[in-house]
């Protein structure tokens, strides 16, 4: 099981940023986003986006996150720009259940302490969302991305334009909808 | 050569998305980011972490995006959600020069023509962040994310603080800065 742990959250002004960590979460095979600050706008966000392309994905949030941290039962990975390449680290943790923790701008001290591993994403300053991606994505099986959730709507795979197939359509009416 | 052309940018709304933008394509290899906006902040932003943390990374803004990509002259990759599978793809670019479009929310029907591949990160919304990032490491050297950029500012690895060398003290001062 996978669970994301975002901090620091400033509803407004990390709307979009934390919204895109918690579909990034989501897409790349975590089973929630745990969010430290209270936010029932994003809450709604997130999903709207589950309610119509599926999957059990849930957000939380206004989360302790310190008890989050202390409480999970498997590795806490905190992804931050001054931590260990992320080649040393991975083998260590990719059978694992994990809690992956991604700050905003200041992450307290205690969270390097807490954490089993901090991990760097490259010793760049760039993005929570890149550093996010890529490690899940260097820790997911290969169907992961393109896996089926099950939703209202499916995308499929188009060289040239969109097909998004709308499952609640009765057999034979469920199309591609044209653009 | 790999330059990566954001499109849709809205100053006041995607200020911080389009940021993560500029700095995911520094840290992940490209050598320029062309944003179709004028933006005299973002510009500055970017530049600021360049001149602290080296390499030779340029940003543009109020670039003409048809032109753009139409004189490019290697292989132009558009990443949405509704393009082929990034696997079927990348064998086909992963030693070209790129140009890698990202949209905002809305991207013109024509940049789908103009493209020579739409490519998936996943045919589930997430983030042009995170597809961006996870494209741009699947192409990259393994020692991309970890090159010597040569700047004022070195971050190197430490699995539990932060390791900042300043490499404009003299040799002997520049040490880990504590926290």
Redesign the interface.
Known sequence: MIVVLRLGHRPS??K??TT??A??A???GAQEVWVSTKDAALEKTVES?VTR?GGEFAIKTGMKWREAIRSWKGKVVHLT????????VLPSIAKEDLLIVVGAEKVP?EV??LAD??V????????E??????LM??IAD?DT??MN?DGRL???????????IDNTKEKGQGRARP?
Do not use: C, W
């Open positions: 002004r990390d979009r940023v895109h960590v579909l990034t989501r897409a790349f986006i392309f720009m001054y931590g260990e390449r992320l080649d040393d001290r390097y302490e591993v901090n760097s994403v490259g010793n760049q300053p760039h993005s969302i890149a550093a996010l991606a890529v994505d260097r290969d991305l393109y959730l499916t995308v499929l795979p188009n060289p040239r334009g969109k097909t998004v653009r």
